[in-house]
């Protein structure tokens, strides 16, 4: 199993890498904007919010853009099934996946984030 889910990131991976250099230019501003609709469930820097069940909710500064914009995939298409997640993913464009990914993949979110 871990095998098979391995290789299919790996494949998601190289199906993404255009969208992924475009994340090199998301612009960090609009990118602020844009998590802003996050941090109530994902605590992020500066922002001490963990409502509603901080153990449950998976921390997303310091991961990698790629599993980021993969799971947000993964749950606009269905391959993921949590109702709240598949509902913000439902709205957020690949643009807007790639900018929040890079938001969170930056440096500044992986010192400042628990
Ligand atoms: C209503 C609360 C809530 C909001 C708002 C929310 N999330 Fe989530 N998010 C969750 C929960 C709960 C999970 C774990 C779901 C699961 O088990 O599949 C999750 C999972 C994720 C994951 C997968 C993490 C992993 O380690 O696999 C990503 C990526 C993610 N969210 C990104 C976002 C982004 C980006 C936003 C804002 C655009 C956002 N979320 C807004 C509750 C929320």
Redesign the pocket.
């Known amino acids: 199993m871990k095998r098979i889910s391995a290789l299919s990131l790996c494949l998601g991976l190289t199906a993404l890498s255009p969208v992924l250099a475009h994340a090199a230019d998301a612009d960090p501003a609009v990118s602020r904007e ?2 802003s ?2 941090i ?3 605590g992020i820097p500066g922002y001490k919010t963990a409502f509603p069940y901080t153990y ?3 921390k ?1 500064g310091g ?1 990698h853009a790629a599993y ?1 914009v993969k ?2 995939q993964a749950y606009k298409n269905g391959d ?1 099934k ?1 109702p ?2 598949r509902a ?1 993913a439902a709205g ?1 464009s690949e643009q807007d996946m790639a900018d ?1 990914a890079a938001y969170y993949a930056a440096p500044a979110a992986r010192a400042a984030s628990k």
Do not use: E, F, T
Request: charged fraction near 10%; include cysteine; hydrophobic fraction near 50%.
């Open positions: 844009k998590v609709m996050c109530g469930c994902h449950n909710v998976p997303l991961q980021i799971a947000l993921r949590h709240s997640m913000i957020l929040v």
